[in-house]
């Protein structure tokens, strides 16, 4: 069965500090990862990646994929208050004539003063 | 551009009743995706249809069912409601669904509690 695992559930730092979230994945057939991090209600796009090795980064937040070892993290350095959410880690695996997305069970952030 | 928008943003309903959840995807996107999200998970997956055409679904029982309108907007009926039914319901537009790598991108939400 495909399924997505995010580790660690939950996490607590101060501001200033660097953080890493875990993806690891086991899908039948793999077309890219996502990130999204979810404040109140809609989760709001952060990355796609489709290939190894290749980071993407956008401020202080940046993501890697690793196809071998079915993995991938999500960096956020100098944490703010404003970076409290849950992150969302999904993996696109194409079916028949859709795309399907499995949702890890995200990571709780919480950034203190 | 008006992001994803749903209708309503919260929902409270009884045991056995049947609810309607709406969504409008974003201009130009032809394909909504509907998930459940229950508190403290992830987003599960429900139904994906594009142009009107049911194109997958989950796990989920016979008392689920959508639609597709052909302004593209979309309707989730639950009939029958149980008590774990509760959850956040999320509405994602993509402009194919999946013939081409893409991102989904998430409305609001409908909060739904069953008393």
């Known amino acids: 069965e495909d399924k997505v695992v995010q580790s660690p559930l939950s996490l607590v730092v101060h501001e200033g500090d660097t953080v890493t979230l875990n993806c690891s994945y086991e899908v039948t057939n793999f077309r890219s990862l996502l990130w999204y991090k979810q404040e109140k209600k809609a989760p709001t796009f952060l990355f796609m990646l489709?290939?190894?090795?290749i980071e993407k980064k956008s401020g202080r937040l940046s993501s890697i994929l690793d196809k071998k070892e079915l993995s991938s993290i999500l960096n956020i350095t100098a944490t703010q208050t404003g970076d409290s959410a849950i992150y969302l880690c999904?993996?696109?695996?194409?079916?028949?004539?859709?795309?399907?997305?499995?949702f890890g069970s995200g990571t709780k952030l919480n950034v203190k003063p | 551009d008006a992001g994803v928008t749903q209708s309503p943003t919260h929902l409270i309903k009884t045991r056995g009743q049947q609810v309607t959840l709406r969504c409008s995807p974003i201009?130009?996107?032809?394909?909504v995706s509907w998930y459940q999200q229950v508190l403290g998970q992830g987003p599960q997956f429900i139904f994906q249809y594009y142009e009107k055409e049911e194109r997958g679904r989950g796990n989920f029982p016979d008392r689920f069912s959508a639609r597709q309108f052909p302004n593209y907007s979309s309707e989730l009926n639950v009939n029958a409601l149980l008590l774990g039914d509760s959850a956040l319901y999320l509405c994602?537009?993509?402009?194919?669904?999946?013939?081409?790598?893409?991102?989904?991108?998430f409305g609001p939400g409908t909060r739904l509690l069953v008393l």
């Open positions: 489709t290939s190894s090795g």
């Open positions: 999904a993996v696109e695996v194409p079916r028949d004539n859709f795309n399907k997305f499995y």
């Open positions: 201009s130009g996107h032809k394909s």
């Open positions: 994602a537009s993509s402009r194919t669904g999946g013939f081409f790598q893409e991102t989904q991108y």
